[in-house]
């Protein structure tokens, strides 16, 4: 049961009550006086009144004012993550993995991995567009799962995808390309011909201070080789260089 709200005039309520019980009862005083305190308590009592509904009215703009503070924090928190995110898998898109690779490679070293659907065109073509959505929307699952490091995953393009992991080296980028390229490979996609979907990877890793511009290029040059080599594999951008 909720509590009454206290009345925040009691104490002047109290004096109005005193001053209306010597009204009544000093019937015989002068009349100057018996009109003075009438006016007084009238006036008071006005007051009072008036007083306690402004204060009730100034509640509820305060209550209503606070819910329309929340529902802009809610708009402004939506508008930031469709202004940052993909709208089909809820993958960052391009310009906000740009901006988070660029503040971790301002503080720390890290490794990226670009990977795209192999022969995603020929899903399109056999199965429609609406398939193809959900096999995006399914690889940015399996990758999603497969993260248990801190780095973020990112929609750079039609059916590529970007992770970037910071403070990770070579070695455990490759490990964690790996796992996602199997993750990927082992899903079972419900493609109405039971074909498996898989996809190629890039790995580069690049020192603090590094742009993303070299760090994406590397790992999507790796990516291509991937591509190249066979598909569905992993290959790191050092591999590249040392070849
Ligand atoms: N369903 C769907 N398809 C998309 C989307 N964006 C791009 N695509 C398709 O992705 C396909 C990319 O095809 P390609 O670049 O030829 O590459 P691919 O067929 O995957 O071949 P490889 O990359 O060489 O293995 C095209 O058919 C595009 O129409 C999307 O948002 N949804």
């Known amino acids: 049961m909720s509590q009454p709200n206290p009345d925040l005039f009691d104490q002047e309520n109290c004096a109005l009550l005193a001053a209306q019980a ?9 009349d100057t006086y018996r ?4 006016e007084l308590i009238s006036c008071y009592d006005q007051l009072l009144r008036q007083t306690r509904r402004l204060v009730r009215r100034s509640d509820r703009q305060e209550f209503e004012m606070n819910q329309l503070n929340h529902r802009l924090a809610d ?13 089909l898998s809820g993958a960052l898109n391009r310009a906000a993995v740009i ?8 503080r720390s070293d890290m490794a990226m991995i670009v990977l795209d659907i192999d022969h995603f065109k020929q899903v399109n073509d056999s ?15 399996c990758l999603q799962r497969t993260l248990q490091t801190p780095g973020e995953i990112g929609r750079v393009g039609g059916e590529e995808f970007t ?12 490990q964690i390309a790996e796992h996602m390229r199997a993750a990927i490979a082992e899903r079972d996609f419900a493609l109405p011909d039971a074909s498996r979907i898989t996809a190629s990877f890039g790995v580069s890793w690049m020192p603090a201070g590094a742009d993303f511009g070299t760090a994406y290029s590397e790992a999507d040059e790796a990516m291509y080789e991937a591509k190249r080599s066979g598909r569905n594999r992993v290959i790191r951008a050092d591999q590249l260089l040392r070849a």
């Open 99 to 106: 901006e988070r690779a660029q503040h971790f490679l301002a």
């Open 127 to 141: 199965f429609g567009h609406p398939v193809g959505d959900t096999i995006i929307c399914g690889v940015v699952d």
């Open 163 to 174: 992770v970037i992991l910071p403070q990770q080296n070579y070695l455990q980028a490759q």
């Open 35 to 38: 009109t003075a305190l009438g």
């Open 22 to 30: 010597v009204y009544n009862i000093e019937a015989g005083a002068a």
């Open 75 to 87: 708009l402004a928190n939506e508008l930031e993550y469709r202004a940052t995110h993909d709208s």
